[in-house]
């Protein structure tokens, strides 16, 4: 009978009290429960029933203790007031067990602890039953219990309860991963330290468990023929992918923190080239809830790969900048703008104006900071920086101190296409929040530019390098660099890991659909970082500009875009060419082999912090610079494609047309 039938039934019975309709649903939740019944479903036992199991162990224990010492001629207590006797034998059990809470337990998770509170439970009822024996034969000049019997009694209490609840913790154990051995994956544990024993205890005991392990490595060869939760340790004597084969396991958790970035690097390499799973754990220290320890390992993700310490912030330097000021944020609904948000959200600035043209994700960002906890007053504003009486309207109401400057069109092929477009944003809308810097007394201007501004070769990096020249030429020429003014900074870096448009969302997607992975180019070289560490060295460089400079950041070693899909695929548990292809499309519009940091005329100065540098730039006159600018604005508003280029070619020398209709430009002037 199905508990719908069950229940229809019930209804049509003749009851009036409501109490008996609850006790009819009762018994007919309880009899589809145990005619369901499992043992994979079983939850915890209650506590009488745990004190009842606890009380027949100890009788179980005192029959054995009885019969043994009786067996030998000597009795364990004389038939004289026999009941009171057993009376206080159980009473000062049960009084022990209750005092120390042995029964509270859950027994299938029974560890370390409750074998101590077992421990003191017997050990306090010996003593007690000893002492109350002793009294008995100093007033009465006769033994209740046999002293001898007693202590052996208790030996094997403890033994008895704490060997049944070993039991059934092994039962559980050995039933639950019989029912998940097939779908279980063999993993080896990297390291031997704190750290990879205490992953190793959360991954045994988690449900549904994911692992079976099946050993530790450990690269100190330091424990060799011991063992760790009953597992061998291995001495990495061999490679690692022989040593898994050999074992064979699936995959490896990298639990020794001791790894030095290149170490781990190697490690992952290593396994992905063996089509090995390979998967990273926190610190412990970094561990927020211990009980979801198991949950925190995943696998390696593309940015864990980069060759990256990490950054270190001058947060008093950028507090005093932003704290209980009005920042404003352009584009700050992109992937750049919106962690420049986060970011900036923590050092507690009095207003934040967040500005974008795009509606639905600048909507999105607001409710993800209406769901944080801050004192900060967050205007969210749809606005276009094209606009410059809008814009003005703005800066009149909030009177921002500081403006992070991240909105722009970034799309190469797009803005081959669109030339008018990336000029009307990129330097019409970066001169229009320039110009209303300067009017509204901002204090300083923080422009997000890209490496692609250096010798560029589309559009798109010409248009960004022209709104670097606009701001720098404004400081030092038309400002003179005076300290009062607003003083004009540019962070120039390369492509950023996981921002929209940016290949490894685009390889994900093609990954998860089967593939085939698309790169322009095997050769194809470039600088990467990630999102967070891009947007930490924007405020950084925000922080410490006195004007009019270009910061580049230190971006690490490049990556050929092709190993980066071989990672990739390798990462999401296939094989490169085999399973995902790997296909190439060509160089598209306006596209370099190898992006540069700096043009082929500058140089760099270090600052006090090692990932930021200055450019050394040649600062051109703002009168010539304003003159080219208003030229191109005024072939954009014709749309006239070719005349707009080769206008920015004339203020942009360096720009030389790759793979792109406007190669033509460079030969008419060759």
């Known amino acids: 009978m199905t508990f719908k039938s069950t229940f229809l039934n019930v209804k049509v019975l003749d009851i009036e009290e409501k109490s008996t309709i609850k006790s009819v649903l009762r018994q007919v939740l309880i009899f589809n429960h145990v005619k369901g019944f499992n043992l994979k479903n079983l939850g915890y036992l209650p506590r009488w029933v745990i004190l009842l199991l606890d009380m027949m162990a100890i009788t179980f224990s005192g029959f054995i203790t009885f019969y043994l010492f009786k067996g030998?001629?000597?009795?364990?207590?004389?038939?004289?007031?026999?009941?009171?006797?057993?009376?206080?034998?159980?009473?000062?059990?049960?009084?022990?067990?209750?005092?120390?809470?042995?029964?509270?337990?859950?027994?299938?998770?029974?560890?370390?602890?409750?074998?101590?509170?077992?421990?003191?439970?017997?050990?306090?009822?010996?003593?007690?039953?000893?002492?109350?024996?002793?009294?008995?034969?100093?007033?009465?000049?006769?033994?209740?219990?046999?002293?001898?019997?007693?202590?052996?009694?208790?030996?094997?209490?403890?033994?008895?309860?704490?060997?049944?609840?070993?039991?059934?913790?092994?039962?559980?154990?050995?039933?639950?991963?019989?029912?998940?051995?097939?779908?279980?994956?063999?993993?080896?544990?990297?390291?031997?330290?704190?750290?990879?024993?205490?992953?190793?205890?959360?991954?045994?005991?988690?449900?549904?468990?994911?692992?079976?392990?099946?050993?530790?490595?450990?690269?100190?060869?330091?424990?060799?023929?011991?063992?760790?939760?009953?597992?061998?340790?291995?001495?990495?004597?061999?490679?690692?992918?022989?040593?898994?084969?050999?074992?064979?396991?699936?995959?490896?958790?990298?639990?020794?923190?001791?790894?030095?970035?290149?170490?781990?690097?190697?490690?992952?390499?290593?396994?992905?080239?063996?089509?090995?799973?390979?998967?990273?754990?926190?610190?412990?220290?970094?561990?927020?809830?211990?009980?979801?320890?198991?949950?925190?390992?995943?696998?390696?993700?593309?940015?864990?790969?980069?060759?990256?310490?990490?950054?270190?912030?001058?947060?008093?330097?950028?507090?005093?900048?932003?704290?209980?000021?009005?920042?404003?944020?352009t584009g700050a609904a992109g992937s750049i703008g919106s962690e420049i948000v986060r970011q900036v959200i923590d050092f507690n600035p009095a207003t934040l104006i967040v500005l974008d043209q795009a509606e639905t994700p600048l909507h999105d960002l607001t409710l993800e900071l209406q769901k944080m906890n801050i004192t900060t007053n967050v205007v969210s504003i749809i606005a276009d920086i094209r606009d410059k009486i809008g814009l003005e309207k703005i800066f009149d109401l909030y009177r921002p101190s500081l403006i992070y400057h991240a909105a722009a069109y970034k799309h190469v092929p797009l803005m081959e296409e669109n030339p008018s477009q990336a000029i009307f944003v990129n330097v019409m809308g970066t001169r229009n929040l320039a110009d209303l810097s300067i009017q509204f007394g901002v204090e300083r201007f923080v422009m997000v530019s890209t490496d692609k501004a250096v010798n560029p070769s589309n559009v798109m990096g010409a248009s960004k390098r022209i709104a670097e020249k606009y701001v720098q030429s404004l400081y030092f020429n038309e400002l003179k660099g005076n300290a009062d003014t607003t003083k004009f900074i540019t962070t120039r870096f390369g492509n950023v890991l996981g921002s929209n448009g940016s290949v490894v969302p685009l390889f994900s997607k093609q990954i998860s659909e089967g593939g085939p992975v698309t790169i322009t180019h095997k050769e194809i070289i470039r600088y990467f970082m990630t999102i967070s560490e891009a947007c930490q060295l924007v405020l950084e460089a925000g922080a410490m500009g006195n004007g009019g400079e270009i910061y580049i950041f230190d971006m690490g070693k490049p990556v050929k875009i092709f190993d980066l899909a071989k990672k990739m695929i390798r990462l999401a548990g296939y094989v490169p060419d085999k399973e995902i292809k790997i296909k190439e499309i060509g160089l598209r519009p306006g596209e370099k082999l190898y992006e540069e940091l700096l043009n082929d005329n500058s140089r760099t100065l270090p600052t006090h912090h090692e990932k930021i540098m200055v450019a050394q730039e040649e600062i051109d006159e703002h009168y010539s610079v304003r003159k080219s600018i208003l030229e191109i604005l005024d072939a954009s508003t014709q749309y006239n494609n070719h005349l707009i280029v080769s206008k920015m070619k004339e203020l942009i020398p360096e720009f030389k047309s790759l793979n792109s209709i406007f190669e033509i430009l460079d030969k008419k002037v060759n």
């Open 72 to 329: 030998i001629g000597l009795e364990y207590f004389d038939s004289k007031h026999e009941g009171l006797k057993i009376a206080s034998y159980f009473v000062l059990n049960v009084f022990f067990f209750w005092w120390f809470k042995t029964y509270s337990g859950i027994i299938r998770h029974s560890s370390f602890i409750d074998a101590i509170k077992i421990l003191f439970s017997q050990v306090s009822t010996f003593f007690s039953l000893l002492v109350i024996n002793l009294g008995y034969s100093i007033f009465f000049k006769e033994n209740i219990f046999l002293t001898t019997a007693l202590l052996i009694n208790v030996i094997f209490s403890f033994c008895l309860l704490f060997l049944y609840r070993v039991l059934v913790k092994q039962i559980f154990e050995v039933y639950f991963k019989g029912i998940q051995g097939a779908n279980l994956v063999n993993a080896i544990v990297y390291g031997a330290d704190a750290n990879a024993i205490s992953v190793s205890n959360a991954l045994q005991s988690e449900t549904p468990t994911r692992f079976k392990l099946l050993g530790f490595i450990d690269k100190y060869s330091l424990n060799e023929s011991k063992q760790i939760l009953g597992l061998p340790i291995i001495n990495q004597k061999k490679r690692i992918s022989v040593i898994m084969r050999s074992l064979n396991a699936e995959a490896l958790i990298i639990a020794d923190k001791g790894l030095s970035k290149d170490e781990q690097l190697a490690i992952v390499d290593e396994c992905l080239e063996h089509s090995l799973k390979v998967y990273t754990v926190p610190l412990i220290s970094n561990w927020e809830n211990q009980k979801e320890i198991s949950q925190k390992i995943k696998s390696f993700e593309i940015e864990d790969l980069l060759d990256r310490k990490p950054i270190v912030l001058d947060n008093r330097g950028i507090s005093s900048q932003i704290k209980n000021k009005t920042i404003l944020i």
